[in-house]
């Protein structure tokens, strides 16, 4: 006999089983102790509103509990046969209470309980990616502090343009970063919602207490149109994705950046031996192969945002199968991000700086505004300023002062770190 929840006494075809379910058993092992905690909370408020006996929830939190200690020490599994986590946890409460065990459903439909454990998970996630990102910020801000002064040239169209400094470039990835974790914060106020309730998608005629699990799973307000509860799906994935891509174009770029310094024809920056890798035939080898992978990740992150939206395009109305497959998209991401943010946390605390790099010859020419702002400053009008200079590098007499005074907020001479740390502080505060 099979196990489906829907089990009307049909066998339902083996091939059609393991085409529907997909992934699932896998990929809902991440969403174990979230359906747990939704269905502890459900049961509470079915017991408030008369549905479940005081005695019945008395043996059905234990018997809860004891799943959610068993998915804690990695012991849950979802067998062979059963659909999914949702199943799993009901089969396991019939299993040990009987009839009590069949009663946890009233009221609730696995369309409004994926939902929850997604908003729940996803929230986890949001919060450790947070921290994530809030670990490389403090990293790149005290890098900046550290290496303030140490000028590297500026480029633009990957020409020698302008001084800049270390100092600005550590900088600006750690504010950069906190532009990105204003989309991590909206995406999580969007999962931050309780979509339980809403049912199959069009609520229940029993008279749910949704504010009573909205305060119980600690969400911070409510989907309150059931139908927009179950919209949720996909939206929040869509915002999930476009917080991890954002944040992921900011560490490709990073990543991009290093790898370039480190190439031998800039030299701007090294690793340890240990840190990098080698080639199978050229001895002399130290490849930068970890910003390689994380660049080849948070560029593929990119993609997370045109994949759902490719995936749930003019969808019908309610629920549809289709929405499964996000969890396939969505699950590895958070766990890659994760990972390409602590890899650059843990690369950067190694990375060594070249000194005096500007004291080459071949960056004479980066000079020169500096010399047309100091003719400016002695009363030249810049358009002269800047033909004089013109005209000297022209016909190769140019000669830089070397001299740099970049004092305004946000230049080599303040890069304003303590603002920056200021508003990071304030995002990251939204995640209490
Ligand atoms: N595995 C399903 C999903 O992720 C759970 C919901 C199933 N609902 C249904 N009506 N078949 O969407």
Not at 84 to 91: I, L, M, P, R
Not at 150 to 164: F, N
Not at 306 to 312: M, S
Request: glycine share 6%.
């Amino acid at each position: 006999m099979s196990k489906q929840l829907w089990n009307k006494g049909f066998e339902p075809d083996k091939m059609i089983e393991r085409f529907t379910v997909g992934k699932d058993r896998e990929l809902d092992l991440r969403l174990a102790r979230y359906d747990v905690q939704g269905s502890m909370a459900h049961i509470r408020m079915l017991e408030s509103i008369g549905l479940l006996t005081k005695d019945e929830l008395s043996l059905l939190l234990p018997a809860l509990q004891e799943i959610a200690d068993s998915i804690e020490k990695g012991e849950f599994t979802i067998e062979d046969g059963i659909e999914d986590v949702h199943s799993q946890v009901e089969f396991l409460l019939t299993a040990k209470l009987g009839d009590v065990g069949k009663k946890i459903h009233s009221g609730r439909s696995r369309n409004d309980q994926v939902l929850v454990d997604l908003k729940l998970f996803f929230r986890d996630e949001l919060k450790r990616i947070a921290e994530a990102v809030g670990r490389l910020f403090d990293r790149l801000q005290s890098l900046s502090e550290a290496h303030r002064d140490k000028l590297m040239p500026g480029y633009t169209h990957l020409q020698v343009a302008m001084p800049s400094s270390f100092g600005l470039w550590f900088g600006a990835y750690a504010e950069s970063l906190v532009d990105d974790m204003q989309l991590v914060a909206a995406a999580y106020n969007i999962a931050n919602q309780n979509p339980l309730g809403s049912a199959a998608g069009y609520g229940s005629s029993f008279p749910l207490d949704r504010e009573m699990t909205t305060s119980l799973l600690g969400f911070a307000d409510l989907h309150y149109n059931v139908v927009a509860a179950q919209m949720s799906r996909g939206k929040t994935e869509r915002a999930v994705a476009a917080a991890i891509a954002a944040v992921a174009a900011t560490l490709g770029h990073l990543a991009m950046d290093v790898c370039m310094w480190m190439c031998n024809n800039f030299g701007f920056v090294k690793f340890p031996d240990e840190l990098t890798t080698g080639s199978s035939i050229m001895p002399h080898k130290k490849n930068p192969d970890v910003f390689e992978i994380m660049r080849g990740k948070c560029n593929r992150m990119q993609s997370l945002p045109n994949e759902l939206t490719i995936l749930t395009a003019n969808l019908p109305l309610g629920y549809n199968r289709d929405l499964q497959l996000m969890k396939d998209i969505m699950f590895p991401a958070t766990t890659d991000l994760v990972e390409c943010l602590d890899m650059a946390d843990f690369m950067l605390s190694h990375i060594e700086v070249k000194a005096d790099i500007l004291d080459d010859s071949r960056y004479d020419y980066i000079f020169t505004v500096e010399d047309v702002n100091r003719l400016v400053r002695e009363g030249v009008p810049f358009r002269d300023a800047y033909r004089k200079v013109g005209l000297s590098v022209q016909d190769g007499t140019y000669s830089p002062t070397r001299e740099i005074r970049h004092t305004h907020i946000g230049s080599i001479g303040d890069p304003a770190n303590e603002k920056i740390a200021a508003k990071m502080k304030s995002i990251l505060s939204k995640f209490k």
